[in-house]
């Protein structure tokens, strides 16, 4: 039979063709099927179209997953020096740019045009443009697409999340585990800007406003941009913040994290004339602090306002609470928290514990890393941890 192989990968993603070139190259017969036009779609948007490949501190604690343990085991066996000798081995140009965050010089489409050549060591054979109709299980798994019926061995599910639909992104995952009898940890948006309402839409007057603040939620803090949007908020610090944040719970803003709460005392006896407005503007953008001293309500020369009041406001300053009532959804989200459940596979193979040759690598399981290459990073140890084990 010409469909037979030992192993069909769905998802010619960042996961999908690690895995396969890695299972390929220990001489398995490998297909790849790809719903899109082209493979690695994610990744030739990622970073801007310059691809943060990894971050060159990924460790587990960089990442979130109802069993916090679970991907020790791949991220250790295949760290970002790994990928970075990989990268460095087809001569591509890279920088490392704020917070260990690693990106090629020149074009994503490198790392794409890396990992299929990787793929075609090991004569794995990627088809684009195939929608998958069904999957069956007996003896091994028969797929079919409009193009055909496949049968293998073994199965990879490596579709990722439902993150981005934009560029064909599904929830597919989730319906393919639930088929074998999977636990699924419910999906949300991650890495997603917030949206705010009430009286604190008030803050869409400084739409396009950034700042270097230290976002909270829960107990996860990160000292990044804050961006205001005619929606609510976003940057750095805001998007990563919202992996940790619930639905009802705040988001905590430090608008001058390195300076001491008493700073507005210090202020007064070393300029008495300035105002909390004008303070403010030495240390922010012009028109936040407007807005902040607007509604800190101290209209006052600093000589003539209580240390009582300036401590105050630097507290709240310190830890200005903002009630998000949502946030953009998946369609802005750049990953998702939650995911086909960890408690079904194995650390060491990303295979089912119950379901034998039945695999699941990536975004598709309930693994998300940070902002800043980390999902990346997973995709390639994930892949390679199955691969191997193939």
């Known amino acids: 039979m010409s469909n037979l192989y030992d192993v069909i990968v769905l998802g010619g993603g960042a996961a999908g063709l690690m895995c396969a070139a890695r299972a390929g190259q220990r001489g398995k017969r490998v297909l790849v099927l790809e719903r899109a036009p082209k493979p690695g779609k994610k990744i030739l948007i990622s970073g801007g179209g310059r691809c943060n490949f990894t971050n060159i501190g990924a460790g587990p ?10 991907a020790k085991s791949a991220l250790a066996r295949y760290t970002p020096q790994d990928f970075l000798e990989l990268i460095e081995s087809y001569g591509i140009a890279w920088h490392e740019k704020t917070l260990g ?11 794409v045009d890396m990992l299929l050549s990787e793929c075609a060591k090991g004569d794995v054979d990627v088809r684009c443009g195939e929608d998958v109709a069904t999957v069956e299980h007996e003896s091994g798994y028969l797929v079919t697409t409009q193009t055909g019926t496949y049968a293998a061995h073994n199965l990879v599910i490596a579709t990722g999340g439902p993150s981005i639909p934009k560029m064909g992104a599904t929830d597919y995952a989730y319906d393919l585990a639930r ?39 829960g107990k996860a803090s990160f000292s990044e941009a804050a961006l205001f949007t005619h929606r609510g908020l976003s940057g750095p610090a ?44 030495t240390h922010l953008p012009d028109r936040l602090a407007d807005i902040l001293a607007e509604k800190l309500n101290a209209p006052n020369e ?41 408690a079904e596979l194995s650390s060491k193979t990303m295979e089912t514990k119950n379901i034998p040759g039945l695999y699941a690598i990536g975004e598709a399981v309930d693994v998300t890393g940070w902002l800043g290459g980390y999902n990346f990073q997973w995709a390639w140890a994930s892949g390679v941890a199955a691969g191997d084990a193939l």
Do not use: M
């Open 179 to 217: 088929q074998f009898g999977l636990k699924v940890v419910e999906p949300r948006p991650a890495l997603v800007p917030l949206t705010l309402g009430g009286e604190e839409v008030l803050f869409r007057e400084i739409s396009g406003v950034s700042a270097p603040v230290c976002a909270t939620a």
């Open 61 to 70: 604690q960089n990442f979130l997953s109802a069993n916090p343990h679970f």
């Open 302 to 342: 600093l000589a003539n306002t209580s240390d009582r009041v300036l401590q105050s406001a630097g507290e709240q300053l310190a830890r200005w609470e903002f009630r998000p009532n949502g946030t953009e959804g998946f369609a802005k989200a750049e990953v998702t928290v939650g995911g086909i459940s960890t």
């Open 238 to 281: 805001i998007l990563q913040a919202s992996s940790y944040w619930s639905p009802g719970e705040p988001i905590l803003i430090n608008f001058l994290p390195d300076l001491p709460i008493d700073w507005l005392i210090t202020a007064k006896t070393e300029n008495p004339r300035a105002t909390l407005k004008s303070s403010l503007r």
């Open 101 to 111: 965050q690693l990106f090629c010089d020149e074009s994503a489409q490198q790392v």
